[in-house]
């Protein structure tokens, strides 16, 4: 028999059972913030070298890992702190809804990171050892964004520190451990995908601003107000797809990049789902398109560059 607050509650928050607890728990919708990036820096590297397919999917799992972990991290933290309850949205809910321990949620993500560092491993030595000194930082970066005295995510740099680290440094690495070399072309590239992981999480923040200023966090979307971090949200799509225009005068990529425009419609759906909304339920709509975007726009600026070398 439900309960009642199964049977008012929306589809996102109902009870799970079995391997959906766990699946739930690495929100799943957020790792596409990991794969893309891979995705793209190595579709990059096939202008200067073939691809050593082992490596692309050892760095592929280790940041689906790493990127898991972060989610459970920030579960366990979000929960210590008093900010996740039963009704919270944008959560696994293991801890609030399915009576996983506490501990069993952080023991996993240290479990995920000891993988990922294992894969790391591999990957430093069929490239270089520098990888590991950035691996290392990134996955402190990844624990402190909610864990730690001050949490990252609780600061107005979240949307900058998970966009450089998510977006570049994966980008970097993934080009890097195929090519041996960081090129000022990479680091072009790697500036839309790294705004748009951005862009997630202001979604986040936003869709959380009324919750995370009771429980004093000072996000960019506190700090700026509902309204403005919607219009910041808009800017950082608009300036994503005019980067991509910017790069084709410039020789760095050629005209099959402007296949990322058929993506359009999904931020404008975005920005419009956000507007004139104050409940967190009302916006998930908004944060699963932004979240879309990245992850569409992503695979179409691959496929541009697949293209443009084929052709």
């Known amino acids: 028999m439900q309960t009642e607050l199964q049977r008012n509650t929306p589809g996102a928050l109902k009870q799970q059972k079995g391997w959906r607890v766990w699946w739930q728990l690495t929100r799943p919708h957020t790792l596409t913030a990991s794969f893309v990036p891979v995705i793209l820096g190595t579709v990059i590297a096939l202008y200067h070298t073939p691809i050593d397919w082992i490596l692309f999917i050892a760095m592929l799992i280790a940041s689906l890992l790493i990127q898991a972990a972060t989610n459970m991290f920030n579960e366990y933290y979000d929960y210590k702190r008093g900010l996740d309850h039963e009704g919270s949205v944008g959560i696994g809910g293991a801890i609030v809804r399915h009576g996983v321990k506490p501990k069993t949620v952080l023991n996993l993500g240290f479990i995920l990171f000891g993988l990922a560092l294992l894969l790391g491993i591999y990957i430093c030595i069929n490239s270089s050892w520098w990888i590991a000194v950035v691996g290392l930082v990134s ?18 740099f979240g949307e900058l520190t ?146 443009g070398y084929i052709f």
């Open 162 to 307: 998970s966009g450089f680290f998510m977006g570049c440094v994966i980008i970097l690495i993934s080009y890097f451990i195929q090519t041996g070399e960081i090129t000022t072309a990479s680091i072009v590239i790697s500036v839309p995908i790294s705004i748009l992981i951005g862009a997630i999480l202001l979604s986040n923040n936003i869709r959380d601003l009324d919750g995370d200023k009771e429980n004093g966090r000072k996000t960019l979307a506190i700090l700026v107000g509902r309204k403005n971090a919607i219009r910041i949200l808009a800017g950082m799509f608009i300036f994503s797809y005019a980067w991509i225009i910017l790069m084709i005068l410039l020789d760095y990529a050629s005209i099959w990049l402007l296949v990322v425009f058929i993506s359009v419609p999904i931020p404008i759906k975005a920005v419009k789902g956000f507007i004139g909304k104050t409940e967190p339920i009302q916006m998930m709509p908004a944060m699963k398109a932004t979240a879309q975007t990245n992850t569409i726009f992503g695979f179409l600026m691959s496929i541009g560059y697949i293209f």
């Open 139 to 156: 996955m402190a970066a990844a624990y402190l964004y909610t864990g730690g005295p001050i949490p990252i995510a609780y600061t107005p």
